[in-house]
Structures are given as C-alpha cells and as structure tokens.
C-alpha cells in the first residue's frame, strides 16, 4: 500500500473516533443534567434535614428610579422558596419611581416580610487608611 492509498482510511478512522467523542461527551452531559436537575430527585431530597433549622437571611435592595424590568426582578425576590427570609428595600425619597414599585410588591406579597425604607442617612466623618498604613479623614 503506498502513503496515498493509507491517508483515505486514516482520515476515515480518525472522524469516526472524533464523532464517538463528541457523541460520548454529549450523552454524559445530558445524563448528568438530567440526573442532577430532574424533578423527581428535587421532590425527594429535602432542602433542609428536619433537625436542622437553616439560617435566616435578610435581602437588601437598594434602589433608585426605574430600570427595564426593575418590577420582575424584585419579585424574584418575593416569590423564592427560602424558609427563612426578609426583604429590605431601600430609596433615597418618596418621589423615586421604584418606591412605588416597592410599594406594589408589598402589597402583592402581604405574606412575605418585607419593609421599604426611604430616607439617606447624612455622610458623616470616617477614618480609613491608605495603603502606607496612615491614618487620614474622608468625607466633610
């Protein structure tokens, strides 16, 4: 056999193993998809064992007029299955538009604890250090 009539079958050969590859690689990735987010699994294990009561956790949101899809991305928020959790929302004055949204979610959602706070605390004087380790004032 001369080298021309060899580099068909060795081209031919090296697809075939590069296609089982691919095939093989997709096949374990959709396994494992399915066996990690399937529903079935996710109904049987508990979030939280019985004998252990998770932390609670509080969601700050600070905000400040109105972005596209400010009203669904709040209410993700509002809607997760955490047991333990409240929602603090924050603007700067009554006037900002996003304290109506706020406002609106808080209705919507009377079981979820959530506050709306309005109001900006007044900057006061801080001390920090620069990286030489000096101390010096910020703010006025």
Same mark, same amino acid.
């Given at each position: 056999?001369?080298?021309?009539?060899?580099?068909?079958?060795?081209?031919? +050969?090296?697809?075939?193993?590069?296609?089982?590859?691919?095939? +093989?690689?997709?096949?374990?990735?959709?396994? +494992?998809?399915?066996?990690?987010?399937?529903?079935?699994?996710?109904?049987?294990?508990?979030?939280?064992?019985?004998?252990?009561?998770?932390?609670?956790?509080?969601?700050?949101?600070?905000?400040?007029?109105?972005?596209?899809?400010?009203?669904?991305?709040?209410?993700?928020?509002?809607?997760?299955?955490?047991?333990?959790?409240?929602?603090?929302?924050?603007?700067?004055?009554?006037?900002?538009?996003?304290?109506?949204?706020?406002?609106?979610?808080?209705?919507?959602?009377?079981?979820?604890?959530?506050?709306?706070?309005?109001?900006?605390?007044?900057?006061?004087?801080?001390?920090?250090?620069?990286?030489?380790?000096?101390?010096?004032?910020?703010?006025?």
């Amino acid at each position: 056999m001369t080298l021309l009539n060899l580099f068909p079958v060795a081209t031919a +050969t090296f697809a075939l193993v590069l296609y089982a590859v691919v095939w +093989t690689v997709g096949l374990v990735g959709t396994l +494992t998809i399915y066996t990690r987010y399937s529903a079935s699994r996710r109904n049987r294990i508990p979030l939280f064992p019985s004998s252990q009561q998770p932390w609670g956790v509080s969601i700050l949101r600070p905000l400040k007029g109105l972005d596209p899809q400010v009203e669904e991305c709040l209410e993700s928020a509002f809607r997760q299955n955490y047991p333990l959790f409240e929602i603090i929302l924050s603007v700067a004055t009554e006037s900002d538009p996003a304290a109506k949204v706020a406002k609106t979610l808080i209705a919507k959602y009377p079981s979820v604890p959530a506050r709306l706070i309005i109001g900006i605390l007044a900057q006061t004087r801080t001390q920090r250090f620069d990286c030489g380790g000096r101390r010096r004032e910020c703010g006025s």
